[in-house]
Each structure stands twice: as structure tokens, then as C-alpha cells.
């Protein structure tokens, strides 16, 4: 893990993670849901909080010097009631 709860002005960052296998820097957005709720978790991460996190993301690069190295940006969905994760690779 490199950070959690990065800010970067008024956005945040939940996690960000380096893949040991690959040197990647993931970008995790987490958003948690009670299982009777008729959204999926991911559909809290429209257009405009990807622009969000792609700036704060571009930001924590330059401050740490690793603008050369690859990223993406994943998704966690929490389900509380049913105490179940699943992380969607490269949501956006």
C-alpha cells in the first residue's frame, strides 16, 4: 500500500496500491452498499467523480515521481449486510 484516504485539495483517493508483480500503481475507489439496495456499489462512481480521481491521481504521480509508471483505476464493491467484496480491475 502507498497511501489511503490521499487528498489532493477537495478529492480523495481510498486507496493506492503498487501490484508487486507488475510495478502498476492502483487507483481503488471503495464504496460500500446494504444488500437490499437496488444499486450496485459502482454506479456511485459516474463521470464526474472519474474526472475527480484522475486529477487526484495525476497529482499523487508528480509528488512521488512516478509519472512513467503504468496505472489503472479499479473499483471495490462492499456489500455490509452480506459481508462481500469484489474488486472490478480497470473500472474506468
Known amino acids: 500500500m502507498l497511501a ?3 487528498r489532493c485539495g477537495h478529492y480523495e483517493i481510498d486507496l493506492i496500491l503498487r ?3 507488475t510495478g502498476t500503481v492502483v487507483f481503488c475507489e471503495v464504496k460500500a452498499r446494504s444488500a437490499g439496495t437496488r444499486t450496485f456499489p459502482r454506479e456511485a462512481v459516474g463521470q464526474t467523480k472519474q474526472s475527480y480521481l484522475r486529477r487526484a491521481a495525476q497529482q499523487f504521480l508528480i509528488e512521488r ?3 512513467g509508471v503504468p496505472c ?3 473499483v471495490a464493491e462492499v456489500w ?3 459481508n462481500k467484496t469484489e474488486v472490478i ?3 474506468f
Open 72 to 74: 489503472r483505476f479499479d
Open 4 to 6: 489511503n484516504n490521499y
Open 80 to 82: 455490509l449486510d452480506v
Open 89 to 91: 480491475e480497470n473500472a
Open 19 to 21: 501490484e508487486k508483480r
Open 65 to 67: 515521481e512516478l509519472t
